[in-house]
């Protein structure tokens, strides 16, 4: 059973989105909070899974609650679930520690793979949030990335879980662990939101 926690203000977004989840087999909503608040004070004690989280809510933001949850809880899954497309918002998202990226009018069906994916490893965003983010980015010379560890980075940024990078790119998953162990000991990093940020700092894909 997978454990998904909301924060979300609005009632009738809260309510579908609750309904659907805990009406979904294999998932579970029990709980959904209106603030960042409210959620920073339960969640900690009671990790779920999986967070959905909003950006605009009253008080803290969501992408401050994302910053706050990541330091009492680094390895929570938390996905932006949210009506904003701006640049700043999904990079500031993305760089806060959010694992994934999806806006509100995604399917409920596309929404419950997502939430699948982000627990297997995957960072999964909207098609049109993951083209921004590839888009912006361009390749920095000084890069100590191979070209097939730029390939693989590219993949984790676009939110591609380690199967998929490797059926994409026609090797075994091994071969992708060893290159996700090198591209992490390369930047200095430790996990893939930390190779993200990295990436999208200095430009590396």
């Known amino acids: 059973m997978i454990d998904v926690i909301l924060v979300e203000d609005n009632h009738d977004v809260r309510e579908m989105l609750a309904m659907i989840i805990d009406g979904s087999e294999g998932f579970s909503c029990k709980h959904a909070f209106v ?3 409210s959620a920073l004070q339960f969640i900690p004690d009671n990790p779920p899974d999986v967070v959905l989280m909003d950006i605009d809510l009253p008080g803290i933001s969501g992408i401050e609650g994302i910053k706050r949850l ?5 390895n929570l899954d938390i996905i932006m679930l949210t009506v904003h497309e701006d640049d ?4 500031d998202s993305l760089c806060a520690g959010a694992s994934g990226y999806l806006l509100k009018n ?3 069906t596309v929404l419950l793979s997502s939430i699948k994916d982000v627990i297997s490893g995957g960072s999964p965003m909207s098609s049109s949030i993951a083209r921004k983010v ?5 390749r920095s010379n000084s890069s100590p990335l191979t070209g097939r560890e ?3 980075l590219k993949k984790l940024c676009e939110g ?3 199967k998929a990078i490797a059926e994409s790119l026609f090797v075994s998953n091994h071969t992708i662990r060893m290159h996700i162990k090198n591209i992490y000991k390369k930047l200095h990093v430790h996990s893939r939101g930390q190779a993200v940020k990295k990436a ?3 430009r590396l894909v």
């Open 35 to 37: 603030d960042c608040e």
């Open 160 to 162: 591609q879980n380690h």
């Open 134 to 138: 590839v888009g912006s980015f361009q």
């Open 88 to 91: 700043d918002s999904v990079f």
């Open 150 to 152: 730029t390939e693989v």
């Open 106 to 108: 995604t399917d409920p």
């Open 70 to 74: 990541k330091v009492v809880l680094p």
């Open 200 to 202: 999208i700092d200095e």
